[in-house]
């Protein structure tokens, strides 16, 4: 899968941006070539975060126009999906999971833990409940450009009913923290054809042992995504976080799906996409 | 249907008085007695709203104790129930009518539109509507006293799962409201077995051309209420408002159901009361 | 003062309208002329509420397009502004004036109170009290369009510190009922150099025995106004209220102030404006 | 230092426990002696938090009573305050601090910057400004117990102006945030003669290269208490998140300063703790 994305700034003063648009590296995604470019050419640093494997990329950038290209082709392991995954009691999950069932700034799962109870506390436990979830979200919440904010919370998006790809996610994950299954967001680039490029997200919830991904807006196929970073909420996995006085001009998250390459079969051997 | 009421204050300076506990007098109940006492005596001054009929008792009282003790004896007419009611299409609505379809305080019908589009718009209008909102409201929202504050709003029932008849009431119509029907607050006396004498809070929808009473909390029937006020959400209706430094002491609103008497359907209609 | 709005809407099916736009008849404001025309031609109703002075104007449309227009020619009196107005305490509040003390939809002067007291309750009475709630919100404000939406409360605002005239208006009012100075909504046409013609909302609070008008968001003068319609808040006052699919189109309320005429001197001989 | 720390839950079933209630041991605590005592006996395990420091106790127990008795001494090198430590400019602030100025469940500095900007914006930085900032929540907040709940977050706290320890650390560590000072919420043992004995929460804001420990609620001199846990907010520092039906029945946190031994004061620096 090749990622293309650019990005433009207007500065009107000195900026401190903290981007997240790198591929993730991790045991599902594998870096076959990544390439970025600044203009105007600046320092910049890159670290990653050991925990959550989130690739950040540094900068500070001065008065006038900042753009950023970053080209990478990812080879995508096959998702294992497994339509059998158990719940793991809470007294079985790892320490480090453990966080992932809190409520964040715009998962409030302590509020909506009783509306959780009685829309799946019922249900058969597992992947089967998450996917129920998945479904209820599909169904219930509209999904329409422009009717949430960056402020908006699960708890307004189950209000109102409507909001975005970040909506759809948070208000599943938050269903799934209500009723002790861990769950925390994941930000991608994803190929739509409709609408326009923009980044996406998804959540993964800790099933089974380990972390499966689930997408409630169902814009794109979570196998066809290319990862960027995994957190708590969307303020973990924002793809900038700007301090200073800059205004956005352009976005173009562009992911497209290769052709399977036989060099790249060798590494994945499984691959479809 | 005999009601006694005691309300007791402890003010710490003078204090501005608004109560709304007396009976109100109307189409479906009949005063045949009433006493209003309060200790000490103080001068005080009852009025009528024209538009509601709520009968406001207004007083000033000093730093020390306040004592109010009010008796009625009410005559109800059984309510009309119609079930086959149907709802009134908005421009056959009454010019009066209109604005009890409005948000208010504490009925965010404009946000709850969508969730009440969503459960109930695709059933069948009319009384059979209002009385699924009644039993959704009954089902999924948990009797707990202590859950809800003076500020808590349809929207917080409805995300927390949890309140008190006042907000069973608000919920449900909040929900009518979204629905284009309008619905009003109604205080009340009643009798309940338990929890300990309260005032009672149920709700009005108007059905088939006139007001039908609904108590989605279920807690005493409709027909052996005695209705206090009557507004468009509880900040209306309150039995005291009050102005100053006071602290209720104890309260008992109770209310018996007495066996009907001849006599007493005899005078009902001449009384001053 | 020459109003002259026009209004077209877009519906997609029939439509029931309530419209606040014609100028409010009172003892500050005479109508010299006035004229409405709708295209296509339809039976209309108007009726004017007793209590508010407010004047309704109800009709259906049909799917199609909608267009009214309306033209008035009004004489205002100048306000008489009486800078040492004092408050009334709440035992001398008439009775219709009380409950334009309680919390409403946009207005939770509950919530507020606490902070209505520590900004605005050490200082002086009055006029003087008022005056310095605006200030308040004119400072602390920033004006901006598109800030806010039709569901933002004085909450919202007090702690976004952005809003349009609406907002201003319901947080300034908020301030004056958590302080048990009576407050209410009035919608109006203004000229405005800047932003383009929309409708306009300032407030009026409740002193020396009279309601006096205040615009904290200062864009207009408050005696080269043209009242439209007084309320507990903005759901009140609303110019347009729609039930059915229709979608607003374009909107236009002007307002010129006239060279004073000597027919009109004569029938308020102190008007500047 | 010495601390006393009982606990007492009363359990329907299976519970899952996860205590933050050992003492932390860093570069300002020296542990001298500790104890932990399980009534009944039960296996647990704990593990520290690699990042944060903080000490998890984990356990599972069952149907019936469980006690929990903590017993530590602790020494605490004294604070070095330093009131001209300035504030860190984002471009130089560590990758690792980072996070501390987003957003959390209780603490919505994205709604809350523009309020710090008005309030503090104009103020000298560093640590005045944070001064500055205690002083302000010290004044305006009223200590009320019970005036706010488990899902209170700093925007309510902001608008009602009353709260606890928890919501006063919230609030000022919220502002701090809004002015890009990276804050954090610490729990703690404290000595208070008044209220009873209960943990404490307090916050440190990042200045000149280190974390500086504030208290706005000034209940307890901030080098007398004992640290427990660090965390963005308080869902990340609770003394017990339980899953399963228990109920807290007694709880007793006490904190002792014990006269200083010249022994501890010999040893305080060099140790490795």
């Not at 480090?96 to 109870?117: I, K, N, W």
């Not at 609408?195 to 807006?217: I, K, Q, T």
Request: glycine share 6%.
């Amino acid at each position: 899968m090749q990622v293309d994305c650019s990005l433009a700034y207007a500065l009107d003063g000195d900026c401190e941006f903290v981007f997240l648009i790198q591929a993730a590296m991790g045991t599902d995604q594998t870096l076959v070539e990544e390439e970025l470019l600044l203009q105007p050419p600046l320092p910049y640093r890159t670290y990653t975060d050991e925990r959550s494997g989130n690739r950040f990329l540094r900068l500070r950038a001065h008065a006038g126009v900042l753009e950023l290209h970053y080209h990478a082709v990812v080879d995508r392991a096959a998702d294992r999906v497994d339509l059998a995954a158990p719940e793991v009691p809470v007294h079985a999950l790892p320490d480090e999971v453990l966080h992932f069932m809190l409520p964040t700034r715009y998962c409030e799962s302590d509020l909506l833990g009783p509306v959780a109870q009685q829309l799946f506390g019922a249900l058969p436990g597992g992947h089967a409940r998450v996917s129920a979830i998945c479904d209820w979200v599909h169904q219930h919440i509209d999904y329409r450009i422009g009717s949430t904010t960056a402020t908006t919370t699960a708890r307004d998006v189950f209000v109102q009913r409507s909001g975005v790809c970040r909506d759809f996610a948070h208000l599943a994950l938050t269903f799934c923290r209500g009723l002790n299954i861990p769950a925390r967001l994941v930000s991608a680039y994803a190929h739509f054809d409709e609408p326009p490029p923009d980044f996406h997200a998804v959540f993964e919830a800790y099933l089974g042992g380990r972390w499966m991904m689930f997408d409630p807006s169902r814009m794109a196929p979570v196998d066809q995504l290319v990862r960027l970073a995994t957190g708590r909420d969307a303020k973990d996995v924002a793809f900038a976080t700007i301090y200073g006085p800059a205004r956005m001009v352009s976005m173009s998250p562009v992911l497209n799906v290769l052709a399977a390459r036989a060099d790249t079969i060798a590494h994945a051997p499984a691959l479809p996409g």
